[in-house]
């Protein structure tokens, strides 16, 4: 993306002139059967992704595909009601372009959810993950290029990709809430096929606990930028393999709903307490 600055500014400036200037401090984004957290934003302003300027367009079954800006307890944020994937063809530059437009609307928080399939086999589907880092195998990556400094810099250091304090505060929460919150590592796989057993079997082996198809490029743009992020995956089903079952994406769709009630509990509590 050779105009990359400019594109992101024209993007920031039309979403700017719908919502207003008012300071936004979190952006979200909510994942496949996850988008209904936003409907909970009060005084919203809406915009379809096809409305903004360069902006791709979500593809997926579950994914509202607009932005939703308003408050939620007692925060102004930013929430996408679903995301890109590399798997729709997008490259990943691409995919993150919408995390770096909120750098540019001056947002340093960030939370992102997925869903996930669970290879953790003492878990089970239902379980919400917090992710303490990740595992990216695949050799794309969405810095690859030149580099922007006014972004970040050319090098920079992962270990910290997920915010370690608010890691706590969610672990904090939870446990008030009565909420068995997972802690672990999430693996990114490009799809859109899901993984094979033994490509399971691997992720295990590595240290994976979740494996998924996207939230990686995301956080890895945060990073370059300096956000403070978190990361929470629901575990939809068990990964390929460990069940004598086929996979299928009903079925992510369908535990997200079942947990839709302590998944945004924990969301809200964790935007409040920010």
């Known amino acids: 993306m050779d105009n990359l600055l400019q594109n992101l500014d024209l993007a920031a400036a039309y979403i700017k002139n719908k919502a207003g200037d008012k300071k936004i401090e979190i952006g979200m984004v909510l994942g496949s059967g996850l988008g209904e957290l936003a409907n909970e934003i009060v005084d919203p302003v809406i915009i379809p992704y096809s409305d903004i300027p360069f902006f791709p367009v979500s593809t997926v079954s ?80 969405p810095l690859r290029g030149k580099n922007y400094e006014e972004l970040g810099p050319r ?20 446990k008030e809430q009565g909420i068995d919150l997972k802690e672990g590592v999430y693996q990114l796989f490009t799809g859109p096929s899901y993984e094979t057993p033994t490509e399971v079997r691997l992720a295990r082996i590595l240290g994976a606990d979740a494996v998924g198809m996207s939230t990686v490029p995301e956080a890895i743009a945060a990073a370059h930028m300096s956000m403070h992020t978190i990361g929470i995956s629901c575990l939809t089903n068990m990964a390929s393999g460990i069940l004598d079952q086929p996979l299928n994406h009903e079925e992510v769709l369908e535990t997200s709903e ?14 409040a307490q920010w």
Request: proline content about 2%; glycine content about 8%.
């Open 155 to 174: 090098f920079f250091d992962m270990s910290t990709a997920y915010d370690k304090n608010l890691g706590n505060l969610a672990k904090k929460i939870a």
């Open 258 to 271: 079942l947990v839709k009630v302590k998944f945004t509990s924990l969301v809200k509590e964790i935007i």
């Open 62 to 141: 579950g994914h509202a595909g607009r932005l939703v800006i308003g408050n939620l307890q007692g925060k102004r944020v930013l929430c996408m009601q679903g995301r890109f994937h590399y798997y729709e063809g997008y490259d990943m530059d691409v995919v993150v372009f919408p995390i770096q437009v909120m750098k540019r609307l001056n947002i340093d928080n960030l939370l992102l959810t997925n869903a996930a399939g669970c290879v953790n086999e003492t878990w089970k589907p239902g379980d919400l993950m917090l992710i303490k880092d990740h595992i990216k195998l695949i050799a794309d990556n």
